[in-house]
């Protein structure tokens, strides 16, 4: 079975904080993605990285970096917490063979800036 | 601009009875379409897709019908069951853009016992 795991499960942050999330899979998938998930707004997408050191930014980069310097781990950072982004905030991933292959996420991290 | 849209923000059904999900898509590039399922707490966990070439696919009590000239997919749940009280989201990948998924704002199932 497919594993994305992310470092937390909930945060609290104070507003100017550098914060990372982390997400690890084990299954050498190369697509990689984070999305923050808020109400009637469905999953929207940040970043998403192809392969190791590619990344593409998504519909709502603003405000978040990410850094993949290994297949396995993709680094959400929010260089300057603001609590607008106080949010779900989902990881998945993808293998890359062919087209028609599912994501798979991990349980998410709920992120409160104060 | 929203390319995959849910109209309806939320669903009850009886349980036993169909629960019907509906999903409607604008770029006629998409060829292939997943749901998604997902808890409170929990990520989002693959159901069932359909590809183009297809106009349903049954997993189950699951199927997922695509009306490809009207850019209109469905999700049928028969029975529902109180365990599929969800949010569901549709999604569609654009593979020349790089692997990029799209999704909708989801529907949440509540089956009433």
């Known amino acids: 079975d497919v594993k994305v795991t992310q470092s937390s499960r909930y945060l609290v942050k104070r507003t100017g904080e550098k914060v990372f999330l982390e997400c690890v899979q084990d299954?050498?998938?190369?697509?990689m993605f984070w999305y923050r998930q808020d109400p009637g707004l469905g999953l929207r997408l940040i970043y998403f990285?192809?392969?190791?050191?590619?990344?593409e930014k998504g519909d709502i980069p603003e405000g978040y970096s990410v850094s993949r310097e290994k297949k396995e781990r993709f680094s959400l950072i929010l260089e300057s917490a603001s609590t607008n982004q106080t949010s779900m905030y989902l990881c998945a991933s993808r293998l890359d063979r062919g087209s028609y292959n599912e994501q798979f996420f991990g349980p998410g991290t709920r992120l409160t800036v104060l | 601009d929203q390319q995959v849209k849910q109209n309806s923000p939320s669903l009850s059904v009886q349980e036993g009875r169909i629960s019907i999900l509906n999903c409607d898509y604008t770029n006629s590039m998409f060829d292939y379409f997943l749901w998604y399922k997902k808890y409170p707490a929990e990520g989002p966990t693959f159901l069932i897709s359909i590809s183009s070439i297809k106009d349903k696919n049954e997993d189950g009590r699951f199927t997922v019908f695509l009306n490809k000239s009207a850019k209109h997919l469905s999700l049928h749940i028969v029975p529902s069951q109180p365990g599929d009280s969800a949010v569901y989201f549709c999604?569609?990948?654009?593979?020349?853009?790089?692997?990029?998924?799209?999704f909708g704002t989801g529907t949440s199932l509540t089956v009433i016992p």
């Open positions: 990285s192809y392969d190791v050191k590619m990344k």
């Open positions: 299954m050498d998938h190369e697509n």
């Open positions: 999604a569609a990948p654009l593979f020349n853009t790089g692997n990029q998924f799209y």
